[in-house]
């Protein structure tokens, strides 16, 4: 069954509403081993920290061996932090200082 767009879109919108309910980080930690393997978390976990790395000003290089990271993706979260819908840059906290 091929869905329509607005399907999507109800989904899409029950996976937001669901990430808004929680509260806490462990919350979202909660329903991320619930909703996604260990391997996509920690692919998201990655980029987001790689997001975090170059905001701070950090070089391609010095992303990829804090976080192994590959290149291509790390260009994707590069471009997405420069040009992006400003998710990153809104949610991303500030690297910390011994980072």
Do not use: W
């Not at 619930?34 to 391609?60: I, N, S």
């Not at 994707?76 to 910390?96: L, M």
């Amino acid at each position: 069954m091929v869905k329509t767009q607005q399907q999507e879109t109800k989904m899409e919108k029950v996976l937001y509403e669901t990430f808004l309910a929680c509260k806490t980080a462990e919350d979202v930690k909660a329903l991320l081993e619930d909703l996604c393997t260990y391997t996509e978390t920690e692919q998201m976990a990655q980029r987001a920290k790689a997001a975090q790395l170059l905001k701070a000003g950090k070089t391609y290089t010095e992303v990829i061996a804090a976080t192994n990271i590959s290149s291509a993706t790390l260009s994707r979260v590069s471009r997405c932090v420069r040009h992006g819908s400003g998710g990153y840059e809104k949610f991303v906290p500030q690297a910390e200082k011994e980072d």
